[in-house]
T-cell receptor
Framework: AQTVTQSQPEMSVQEAETVTLSCTYDTSESDYYLFWYKQPPSRQMILVIRQEAYKQQNATENRFSVNFQKAAKSFSLKISDSQLGDAAMYFCAYRSARYSGAGSYQLTFGKGTKLSVIP | DAGVIQSPRHEVTEMGQEVTLRCKPISGHDYLFWYRQTMMRGLELLIYFNNNVPIDDSGMPEDRFSAKMPNASFSTLKIQPSEPRDSAVYFC????????????FGQGTRLTVV
């Protein structure tokens, strides 16, 4: 079974600064997808960024980028020019890319990192 | 599209009562997922459907939990009888296809069982 670990329960960053959230995962599969979701106080789960494991190039979405290290099974999220609206819980998630029976397509989540942005 | 719609947003019930949570997925999506979020266990998959058929219910904690999807635009998660340890936020999510496409989440139902 796959596991996702976020070792930083809480982090803080000064507005306009850069912060990196860590995520490691464990899998025996070679083909999979990784995601970062943001959960603000409204509870809505919002997809921030997605990475396909077969792609070597790190995904980027505006101020959000990832550092995907497949061999190390590491998938960190970098937020540049942090804004007050970035304050939220951030969840790293894993999903298989191949069907191997019931449960294959579920998202496996880490426990989350609470990010505070200091004005 | 209005996104995934869940109701109610909040539910407070007494132990032993039946609780029904509702979900309307995004039109055209063929996968529907029910997740539960607690402080202790984080986000856990309870069950998911493909084309209205339950595919994996191994995450359903016990027989008190049941889920149905009578048609492509509606699903329910029922707890009967409810217990205080069922208190959590329950999310419904839907996606088009199952692999690389994004799962869109509803705003969740916060359930409190007293």
């Amino acid at each position: 079974a796959q596991t996702v670990t976020q070792s930083q329960p809480e982090m803080s960053v000064q507005e306009a600064e850069t912060v990196t959230l860590s995520c490691t995962y464990d899998t025996s599969e070679s083909d999979y997808y990784l995601f970062w979701y943001k959960q603000p106080p409204s509870r809505q789960m919002i997809l921030v960024i997605r990475q396909e494991a077969y792609k070597q190039q790190n995904a980027t979405e505006n101020r959000f980028s990832v550092n995907f290290q497949k061999a190390a099974k590491s998938f960190s999220l970098k937020i540049s020019d942090s804004q007050l609206g970035d304050a939220a819980m951030y969840f790293c998630a894993y999903r298989s890319a191949r069907y191997s029976g019931a449960g294959s397509y579920q998202l496996t989540f880490g426990k989350g990192t609470k990010l505070s942005v200091i004005p | 599209d209005a996104g995934v719609i869940q109701s109610p947003r909040h539910e407070v019930t007494e132990m032993g009562q039946e609780v029904t949570l509702r979900c309307k997925p995004i039109s055209g999506h063929d996968y529907l997922f029910w997740y539960r979020q607690t402080m202790m266990r984080g986000l856990e998959l309870l069950i998911y459907f493909n084309n209205n058929v339950p595919i994996d219910d191994s995450g359903m904690p016990e027989d008190r939990f049941s889920a149905k999807m009578p048609n492509a635009s509606f699903s329910t998660l029922k707890i009967q009888p409810s217990e205080p340890r069922d208190s959590a936020v329950y999310f419904c999510a839907s996606s088009l296809g199952a692999k690389d496409t994004e799962a869109f989440f509803g705003q969740g139902t916060r359930l409190t069982v007293v």
